[in-house]
């Protein structure tokens, strides 16, 4: 809703044939585009999921890459020349001068029957029961000042469950025993429910060109994938601290370039360890995008991250900007005492064909030089690769994607040197978390996955179906477990869903169902024995994952 000034709403996605009426298509036909925003909520937000499917499909011109995403700056994405279908979900024409808007209201309901099963929720964690969340804000925009006023309030039921036993005297009853003393990721937020008062997708900006910096708590979701990202992702709340670099593509003569430095401080949860001088951390990074004009839909990047731990003294602001772009020292296994994290990328959008492409390939340290690279390029790292098929209609479009993650370790340990998983590390403690949730993929260190799905989208919503299978923490299992339960013990999951999405005036109504299988979850109960007669005995879970979401919009 505009407070000032006040304008009557007009349609930003200009019609392609054949898919609107000609009344829709005169309509958008009449609309400027140059200032037209979404209306989204964060990083993982079906507009913004919508937004790039349309420049895939060729329906508007390609805007950005869609592997460096921060919420604020696709709100201001001018979208013209598209289609007419979900015409009036994706944004509104913003009025010149200074406006106050209120941004699209969030409720959300989720429900796990038996267990703990994660999405990209932000600073929501859904353990079993019921699991809730509010989030609704306000965005001014003034000159060269953006500001976004987005938080969460929500509520975890957290409802008793199984748990591997903690016989580590340091730790938490409710760390991670995978990886003892090396991951803040909770196996539960303790026994009680609790409430999560988070500031959630707020930033304060300040732009000039293509350029803007600012401070903010924002999700922002580097890389190419939709579902598995290696390094940044909406998986944990963001992590409040400053940002430099582009809001939007900047040419630079042979292609444009899209790039961003954030230094942030990344908080412990309260169930990992009980030395309170480790509480905080220092989480820097940049990552650079290039989109060479002879190739154009190719999208090349890399990115870099540095997590250390900060003093409780203070740190002075020369070793908080510069520190972690100094070079660090390495033991014989290349692990710095600060954790480093490395990935390259490359995404190819194919509009005439209605398809792309993508791949990231990550290492949890870097190599200690270039003989160590040639040699074991596959130490501590990490692989993704995905795709995207839309198939375009009259009124109606289908859209087909797969993606897989690999992060368990390499087998350079036969060699000598010690496994490093991806999200651990030794000396940061923590790991790449923040407040016990995890700031890249989901599935968490030392696993693989492998998803399938398929999408309806028609004027009124979408209906989507998919199937996934996971295995978790095979360096957990190989070290701790293999020996005594050979091929028989590992952590598999394996789940089916149904979602659908439906447009109700100015409401979005949504509902998912998740069907999941879990065998052996966490190693719970594995004591280390001979198989013997136990494949029975160990546990099998069934958890059916249930989701409600309503979103008001004020513009629609």
């Known amino acids: 809703m505009t407070l000032k000034p006040p304008r ?123 699991s809730s969340a509010v989030s609704f804000g306000t965005q001014l925009d003034w000159g060269r000042l953006s500001a976004t006023f987005a938080p969460m309030l929500a509520y975890q039921d957290n409802a008793d469950f199984p748990t591997r036993p903690v016989r580590v005297s340091t730790l938490s009853p409710w760390a991670y025993m995978g990886h003892p003393g090396r ?14 008062i988070d500031p959630g997708q707020s930033q304060v900006s300040l732009r000039f060109g ?96 540095f997590m250390s731990t900060l003093s409780p003294d203070g740190t002075a602001w020369s070793d908080f900007l510069l520190s972690p772009y ?93 496994a490093q998983t991806w999200y651990t590390h030794s000396q940061v403690r923590q790991g790449h978390t923040h407040r016990g949730q995890l700031l890249g993929g989901l599935v968490g260190p030392g696993s693989d996955a492998q998803f399938l799905g398929g999408d309806l989208f028609h004027e009124n919503g979408r209906v989507g179906v998919f199937i996934e299978r996971v295995r978790y923490d095979d360096d957990a299992y190989y070290v701790q477990f293999a020996p005594y339960y050979g091929h028989h013990g590992q952590d598999v999951e394996l789940s089916a869903g149904l979602s659908q999405l439906h447009f109700v005036g100015p409401f979005d109504l949504s509902w998912a169902a998740t069907l999941s299988s879990r065998h052996r979850r966490n190693f719970i109960e594995m004591d280390g024995q001979s198989w013997g007669d136990l494949q029975s005995e160990l546990p099998h879970e069934r958890n059916v994952a249930l989701r409600l979401t309503v979103t008001w919009r004020p513009d629609v």
Not at 101 to 106: D, G, R, S, Y
Not at 183 to 196: A, L, V, Y
Not at 224 to 245: D, I, K, N
């Open 8 to 130: 009557s709403l007009v349609l930003i996605l200009l019609a392609a044939p054949g898919l609107v009426s000609p009344l829709a298509a005169q309509e958008t036909a009449a609309s400027p585009c140059a200032a037209s925003a979404l209306a989204v909520r964060g990083v993982a937000d079906a507009g913004i999921d919508f937004a790039r499917l349309l420049e895939l499909s060729g329906s508007v011109p390609p805007v950005r890459s869609w592997t460096l995403v921060r919420p604020s700056d696709v709100r201001g994405d001018p979208l013209c020349g598209g289609s007419g279908l979900w015409q009036r979900r994706l944004g509104r024409v913003r009025p010149a001068g200074p406006t106050i808007e209120l941004l699209p209201v969030t409720a959300l309901v989720h429900r796990n029957s038996a267990y703990p099963r994660l999405d990209h929720d932000g600073a929501l964690w859904t353990g079993r029961g019921l």
């Open 183 to 196: 991951i803040d990721w909770p196996q539960r937020f303790g026994d009680e429910p609790f409430t999560t």
């Open 210 to 305: 293509g350029f803007a910096m600012g401070y903010g708590s924002e999700n922002v979701w580097w890389g190419p994938a939709q579902r598995y990202p290696l390094v940044m992702g909406a998986g944990a709340p963001g992590v409040p601290g400053l940002f430099l670099g582009t809001h939007r593509p900047v040419d630079v003569g042979v292609g444009d370039v899209e790039w961003e430095l954030t230094w942030g401080v990344a908080q412990e949860s309260d169930f990992f360890d009980y030395h309170p001088d480790n509480d905080r951390r220092l989480l820097a990074g940049f990552i650079v995008v290039f989109r060479p004009d002879p190739a154009p839909g190719l999208s090349l990047g890399l990115t870099r991250t």
């Open 326 to 418: 100094r070079p660090g020292q390495q033991n014989p296994d290349g692990e710095h005492a600060d954790d480093r994290k490395f990935s390259v990328f490359a995404r190819w959008a194919l509009p005439d064909a209605g398809f792309e492409a993508y791949i990231e390939w990550g290492r949890e340290n870097p190599w200690t030089d270039a003989g160590d690279f040639f040699r074991q390029p596959d130490h501590s790292r990490a692989l993704m690769a995905g795709f995207q098929k839309v198939f375009t209609g009259d009124r109606r479009w289908v859209r087909l994607r797969g993606e897989g993650v690999v992060l368990r370790g390499a087998d350079t340990f036969r060699a000598g040197r010690a």
